[in-house]
Protein backbone atom coordinates (compact mmCIF):
# COMPACT_ATOMS: atom_id res chain seq x y z
CA UNK A 1 0.00 0.00 0.00
CA UNK A 2 1.28 3.56 -0.59
CA UNK A 3 -0.13 6.29 1.58
CA UNK A 4 0.22 9.54 -0.74
CA UNK A 5 1.12 13.10 1.66
CA UNK A 6 -2.99 13.86 2.05
CA UNK A 7 -3.63 10.56 3.16
CA UNK A 8 -4.93 8.99 0.01
CA UNK A 9 -4.19 5.04 0.20
CA UNK A 10 -3.32 2.82 -3.10
CA UNK A 11 -3.88 -0.38 -2.84
CA UNK A 12 -3.45 -2.07 -6.19
CA UNK A 13 -0.23 -2.87 -7.31
CA UNK A 14 -1.49 -1.54 -11.21
CA UNK A 15 -2.71 2.24 -9.20
CA UNK A 16 0.67 2.08 -7.24
CA UNK A 17 2.35 1.68 -10.24
CA UNK A 18 0.52 4.28 -12.20
CA UNK A 19 1.03 6.62 -9.86
CA UNK A 20 4.89 6.48 -9.14
CA UNK A 21 5.33 6.51 -13.16
CA UNK A 22 3.12 9.66 -13.32
CA UNK A 23 4.94 11.19 -10.31
CA UNK A 24 8.57 9.68 -11.09
CA UNK A 25 8.94 9.17 -15.18
CA UNK A 26 12.92 8.74 -14.96
CA UNK A 27 13.80 5.46 -15.25
CA UNK A 28 10.33 4.58 -17.10
CA UNK A 29 9.09 1.12 -15.51
CA UNK A 30 5.51 1.39 -17.42
CA UNK A 31 7.03 2.68 -21.06
CA UNK A 32 7.44 5.92 -22.60
CA UNK A 33 5.69 4.58 -26.06
CA UNK A 34 1.85 3.17 -26.69
CA UNK A 35 3.68 0.07 -27.78
CA UNK A 36 5.92 0.18 -24.54
CA UNK A 37 3.44 0.07 -22.33
CA UNK A 38 1.13 -2.06 -23.68
CA UNK A 39 4.00 -4.69 -23.62
CA UNK A 40 4.73 -4.13 -20.40
CA UNK A 41 1.16 -4.51 -18.95
CA UNK A 42 0.88 -7.35 -20.97
CA UNK A 43 3.57 -8.95 -19.51
CA UNK A 44 2.52 -7.94 -15.96
CA UNK A 45 -1.02 -8.88 -16.07
CA UNK A 46 0.24 -11.87 -17.91
CA UNK A 47 2.45 -12.89 -14.49
CA UNK A 48 -0.43 -11.58 -12.01
CA UNK A 49 -2.54 -14.66 -13.93
CA UNK A 50 -0.36 -17.57 -14.11
CA UNK A 51 2.06 -16.61 -10.88
CA UNK A 52 1.06 -13.52 -8.55
CA UNK A 53 -2.91 -13.99 -8.15
CA UNK A 54 -2.22 -18.23 -7.26
CA UNK A 55 0.43 -17.31 -5.41
CA UNK A 56 -1.22 -14.99 -3.14
CA UNK A 57 -4.51 -17.04 -3.44
CA UNK A 58 -2.79 -19.91 -1.69
CA UNK A 59 -1.33 -17.75 0.55
CA UNK A 60 -4.44 -16.29 1.93
CA UNK A 61 -6.61 -20.05 1.80
CA UNK A 62 -3.01 -21.55 3.10
CA UNK A 63 -0.95 -20.29 6.12
CA UNK A 64 -3.05 -17.23 6.69
CA UNK A 65 -6.25 -18.68 6.53
CA UNK A 66 -7.44 -17.81 9.78
CA UNK A 67 -6.05 -14.34 9.77
CA UNK A 68 -8.14 -14.20 6.47
CA UNK A 69 -10.98 -16.10 7.53
CA UNK A 70 -13.12 -13.16 9.11
CA UNK A 71 -12.18 -10.59 6.12
CA UNK A 72 -13.39 -12.61 3.10
CA UNK A 73 -14.55 -16.12 1.91
CA UNK A 74 -11.70 -18.16 2.34
CA UNK A 75 -11.28 -22.06 0.84
CA UNK A 76 -8.75 -24.08 2.60
CA UNK A 77 -9.28 -26.98 -0.15
CA UNK A 78 -8.17 -24.68 -2.78
CA UNK A 79 -4.51 -24.12 -1.71
CA UNK A 80 -2.85 -26.60 -3.07
CA UNK A 81 -4.32 -26.00 -6.17
CA UNK A 82 -3.09 -22.46 -6.43
CA UNK A 83 -0.14 -23.56 -5.43
CA UNK A 84 -0.09 -26.35 -8.82
CA UNK A 85 -1.14 -23.20 -11.03
CA UNK A 86 2.44 -21.08 -9.26
CA UNK A 87 4.12 -23.72 -10.32
CA UNK A 88 2.33 -24.00 -13.85
CA UNK A 89 3.31 -20.37 -14.15
CA UNK A 90 6.83 -20.53 -13.19
CA UNK A 91 7.30 -23.12 -15.67
CA UNK A 92 6.21 -21.60 -18.21
CA UNK A 93 7.97 -18.28 -17.74
CA UNK A 94 11.33 -20.24 -17.24
CA UNK A 95 11.27 -21.05 -20.96
CA UNK A 96 10.54 -17.45 -22.30
CA UNK A 97 13.20 -16.17 -20.17
CA UNK A 98 15.61 -18.10 -22.34
CA UNK A 99 18.23 -15.80 -23.29
CA UNK A 100 16.01 -12.37 -21.89
CA UNK A 101 17.56 -10.66 -19.11
CA UNK A 102 13.96 -8.99 -18.11
CA UNK A 103 10.40 -10.17 -18.75
CA UNK A 104 9.92 -6.98 -21.33
CA UNK A 105 12.54 -7.85 -24.00
CA UNK A 106 15.88 -5.47 -22.70
CA UNK A 107 14.03 -3.10 -20.06
CA UNK A 108 13.19 -3.40 -16.53
CA UNK A 109 9.59 -2.46 -15.49
CA UNK A 110 6.94 -2.96 -13.45
CA UNK A 111 6.46 -6.46 -14.50
CA UNK A 112 10.22 -7.84 -13.31
CA UNK A 113 9.54 -5.70 -9.97
CA UNK A 114 5.82 -7.89 -9.26
CA UNK A 115 7.61 -10.48 -9.98
CA UNK A 116 10.58 -10.21 -7.85
CA UNK A 117 8.80 -9.28 -4.98
CA UNK A 118 6.54 -11.97 -5.27
CA UNK A 119 9.09 -14.67 -5.91
CA UNK A 120 10.86 -12.93 -2.71
CA UNK A 121 7.84 -13.00 -0.17
CA UNK A 122 7.14 -16.58 -1.90
CA UNK A 123 9.69 -17.65 -0.51
CA UNK A 124 9.60 -16.32 2.71
CA UNK A 125 6.28 -17.94 3.37
CA UNK A 126 7.94 -21.65 2.33
CA UNK A 127 6.77 -21.60 -1.02
CA UNK A 128 10.38 -21.30 -2.88
CA UNK A 129 10.76 -21.42 -6.61
CA UNK A 130 11.23 -25.26 -7.72
CA UNK A 131 14.57 -26.83 -8.33
CA UNK A 132 15.44 -26.82 -12.44
CA UNK A 133 13.79 -23.55 -13.80
CA UNK A 134 17.37 -22.06 -14.53
CA UNK A 135 16.26 -19.39 -16.33
CA UNK A 136 13.73 -17.96 -13.50
CA UNK A 137 16.76 -18.62 -11.30
CA UNK A 138 19.35 -17.10 -13.38
CA UNK A 139 16.79 -13.89 -13.84
CA UNK A 140 15.90 -13.70 -10.18
CA UNK A 141 19.47 -13.79 -9.06
CA UNK A 142 20.51 -10.80 -11.68
CA UNK A 143 17.86 -9.18 -10.11
CA UNK A 144 18.89 -9.93 -7.06
CA UNK A 145 22.44 -7.77 -7.82
CA UNK A 146 20.26 -4.54 -8.17
CA UNK A 147 20.65 -2.20 -5.58
CA UNK A 148 17.12 -1.42 -4.78
CA UNK A 149 15.97 -5.34 -4.97
CA UNK A 150 18.57 -5.73 -2.83
CA UNK A 151 17.32 -3.37 -0.46
CA UNK A 152 13.89 -4.74 -0.39
CA UNK A 153 14.42 -8.69 0.29
CA UNK A 154 12.71 -9.92 2.89
CA UNK A 155 14.76 -10.29 5.45
CA UNK A 156 13.90 -14.43 6.16
CA UNK A 157 14.80 -14.54 2.28
CA UNK A 158 17.99 -12.54 2.63
CA UNK A 159 18.88 -14.73 6.10
CA UNK A 160 18.46 -17.64 3.88
CA UNK A 161 20.21 -16.37 0.58
CA UNK A 162 16.97 -17.34 -1.28
CA UNK A 163 18.43 -20.66 -2.36
CA UNK A 164 15.68 -22.79 -4.59
Keep these: MLVLDDG ?3 AESGAVFQYLEEQFP ?3 LIGCTAEERALTRMWQRRIER ?10 H ?5 EMYRTRMVVLAECANGFKTLMLDGMAWLD ?12 QLT ?6 F ?3 DFAASIG ?16 TTERPAARASLHPRSSQTGVHY
Design 127 to 142: LPMPTGLRHLERWFQA
Design 110 to 115: VADIGL
Design 50 to 59: RITEPLYAAF
Design 8 to 10: TRL
Design 26 to 28: DPP
Design 95 to 106: ALLAGATAVVPE
Design 117 to 119: VAL
Design 61 to 65: YGPAV
